[in-house]
């Protein structure tokens, strides 16, 4: 507390002021000095807290589900993940929403459509796939796909596959903060597959070359599928041939292939390699995230707690809370996969960034 200071309200309650304030109150309103200085903080003050889920207490409940309710009555079996200073607005960390997804194959969920906009990160299980306005993607381990607000898109797992579980990331805290959510169900229980299967990838995601002869004038990213293989090669090469951040080791954002922005307007992502016993320097900025660990081990510091964390864990942080990364291991990576809000912190100018 800064008592005093010039500008900041330092107003004692009196008997009058106190009848003045209720008074104020029946009308409505308010005395801006009995608020200005919660509403207006000197620096970002989170409500979230620094968390972390681990797989292995999840994931038997995360099964669980299967038996206990069917995707027809619940519409999907998701644990979602509630951060205790945010359960107000089911949101994992600042505006973000995250949750564990479990179908079992030959289930596909019906088709709809909202605005918030979503992504699907693939943990285990093989033959899950989704469909993105027609266009059919299929999904494999570590491989993200988008379901940007507005798209028509289902999720299933195919006949042959094996009960796959994959981690949802929303807006929907965000959306309906602004109050500008909407959520239809398709007219068919399911949409056509229009396109060829996989048919963004084979155009979108050439390394370094843009492909002609289409146009593109939505604000998400036309490829809607980023692949473990390729992101982890690039990941790898990028580690071994330059030092990349001193606070995040070498760590690569997911892109909009056509104009390097992130991949929606509203959720960016990105996915960190840590060298065999790299450890990060600590940094805070503004926007919140939500990791999984993607491979590897080690563990993170976010706010003074410590945090060891392996493959499949979650874990977050909040806006401007200090963190920084260690892999716990002197000859494998860690890499983590994450996803934030920058795209909103950066278009609304409120990016701020600090080093130890
Ligand atoms: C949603 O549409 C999905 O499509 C998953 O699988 C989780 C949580 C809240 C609102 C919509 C999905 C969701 C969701």
Wanted: glycine residues 8%.
């Amino acid at each position: 507390m800064r008592e005093n200071v010039a500008g900041r309200a330092n107003v004692e309650d009196t008997p009058e002021l106190e009848a003045y304030y209720a008074e104020l109150d029946t009308l409505d309103a308010g005395a801006l000095w009995t608020v200005a200085n919660t509403i207006e903080p000197w620096e970002p003050v989170s409500r979230s807290h620094p968390m972390m889920w681990r797989y292995a207490d999840l994931r038997g409940h995360v099964l669980r589900s299967l038996d206990l309710v069917t995707p027809e009555r619940a519409g999907r079996r998701v644990v979602y993940l509630v951060n205790p200073g945010r359960k107000d607005v089911a949101a994992a960390v600042g505006w973000l929403y995250t949750g564990l997804q479990v179908m079992n194959p030959g289930e596909q969920a019906s088709s709809h459509r909202h605005s918030s906009s979503a992504l699907r990160f693939i943990m285990e299980g093989e033959g899950a796939y989704t469909v993105v306005d027609g266009h059919k993607i299929t999904l494999g381990r570590n491989d993200f796909v988008l379901t940007p607000n507005g798209t028509w898109h289902e999720h299933g797992v195919s006949a042959e596959g094996t009960t796959c579980i994959w981690q949802d990331g929303l807006d929907i805290p965000l959306v309906n903060a602004m109050e500008a959510n909407f959520f239809e169900v398709h007219p068919k229980l399911a949409q056509e597959v229009s396109f060829p299967v996989d048919d963004t990838s084979a155009i979108y995601a050439a390394p370094a070359l843009h492909p002609t002869g289409g146009s593109w004038d939505k604000p998400h990213s036309p490829l809607l599928k980023y692949e473990w293989a390729p992101t982890y090669d690039s990941l790898r090469r990028y580690a071994a041939a330059a030092p990349g951040s001193p606070y995040d080791g070498a760590l690569m954002r997911y892109v909009n292939p056509l104009t390097g922005g992130h991949v929606m307007p509203t959720i960016g992502a990105a996915m960190q390699l840590l060298r065999p016993g790299e450890a990060t320097k600590a940094h805070r900025h503004t926007g919140s995230a939500v990791y999984q660990c993607a491979k590897g081990s080690g563990h993170s510091i976010i706010a003074g707690q410590r945090f060891d964390w392996s493959e499949r864990d979650i874990f977050c942080i909040p806006s401007w809370a200090w963190h920084q990364h260690a892999n716990a291991s002197a000859s494998e990576d860690a890499v983590l996969f994450q996803f934030n809000d920058l795209p909103v912190i950066e278009s609304l100018g409120l990016y701020r960034e600090e080093g130890a």
